[in-house]
């Protein structure tokens, strides 16, 4: 039975991990080996320098190419990489410190109406982004916030917002109240209560939530073509912007670019990856 388990654990991840092998062999290849006809796994790495001696460095060709700017372009993929970093950790945790707090409110506090606004407040989701496009661009425009990072970081942390308030709900709803009972009548103020109690206690929703929102924002590309054009441009439109190569599509740099960008996100989710587990599973406190 044990053998059984690790062979179907060894297959899935085998076939999950096939694309990203690929693209690693890719990144990896020159241009005429990446769109041979006949596929090649491995990269030629034999160069014949003369007819007496054989070279065998390693070919690099995609990377190399992400550290020159292409062509229509002043800056190279690492500058796009950091505009994405800095747009999605931000508003990842503006998100996520906004709606843990909103969840707060709505979790504890009864007010007229809250069910309703909760519905308001996932109603947000309901209209496709690019419905609002049009009005966000004139606004930003109004306010000069286009080609900036904190227009995007704005407007992700609205999108988000939503979802981060309705996932931490869950989460602090199940918290016992009486924790709080307790240090309220002890002299705790509400803040204090909220700092000392329930955010260490939810932190489990908050990574789970974290990583939902900054999947959200590092792949979004609508906004992020429509707002920007010179500065603060994020990878998903550095991408798009490789297909216009005069020389063809350089699918090496498509390559050596995707891993790079990919490789953020695979390691915030693996240091949060024992909450992000007990998160989906059974939720911040088993009662």
């Known amino acids: 039975m044990k053998l059984l388990r690790w062979a179907v654990i060894i297959t899935y991840f085998s076939l999950a991990f096939l694309p990203l092998m690929w693209l690693a062999s890719t990144s990896l290849k020159n241009r005429s080996d990446a769109?041979?006809?006949?596929?090649?796994?491995?990269?030629s790495f034999a160069t014949q320098t003369d007819k007496n001696s054989m070279q065998f460095p390693l070919t690099t060709d995609g990377y190399s190419q992400l550290a020159a700017p292409h062509a229509g372009v002043t800056q190279s993929f690492f500058s796009y990489l950091w505009n994405s970093l800095i747009i999605g950790l931000l508003s990842t945790l503006a998100a996520v410190t906004l709606g843990t707090a909103c969840a707060y409110g709505f979790s504890r506090f009864q007010f007229a109406g809250s069910k309703d606004w909760l519905f308001f407040i996932l109603s947000t989701r309901f209209l496709p982004p690019l419905a609002v496009v049009v009005p966000i661009l004139m606004m930003y425009r109004q306010f000069d916030l286009q080609n900036t990072h904190l227009g995007l970081i704005l407007l992700y942390t609205s999108f988000n917002l939503s979802l981060a308030v309705w996932l931490m709900k869950g989460f602090i709803d199940e918290i016992p109240k009486a924790y709080e009972e307790a240090a309220l009548v002890d002299g705790y103020s509400r803040?204090?209560?909220?700092?000392?109690?329930?955010?260490?206690?939810?932190?489990?929703?908050?990574?789970?939530?974290?990583?939902?929102?900054?999947?959200?924002?590092?792949?979004?590309y609508a906004f992020a073509l429509?707002?920007?054009?010179?500065?603060?441009?994020?990878?998903?439109?550095?991408?798009?912007?490789?297909?216009?190569?005069?020389q063809g599509v350089p699918w090496p740099q498509i390559a050596a670019g995707?891993?790079?960008?990919?490789?953020?996100?695979?390691?915030?989710?693996?240091l949060v990856r024992k909450h992000l587990l007990r998160g989906v599973t059974f939720g911040t406190i088993k009662q």
């Open 35 to 43: 769109i041979n006809t006949t596929p090649k796994v491995l990269p």
């Open 191 to 220: 803040l204090h209560v909220f700092w000392t109690i329930i955010v260490p206690r939810a932190r489990t929703g908050m990574a789970v939530t974290a990583v939902f929102c900054l999947i959200s924002a590092w792949n979004e």
């Open 226 to 246: 429509t707002l920007n054009n010179t500065r603060a441009v994020t990878v998903p439109v550095y991408f798009a912007g490789l297909q216009g190569n005069i």
């Open 258 to 270: 995707v891993i790079l960008f990919v490789v953020p996100i695979v390691v915030f989710t693996v």
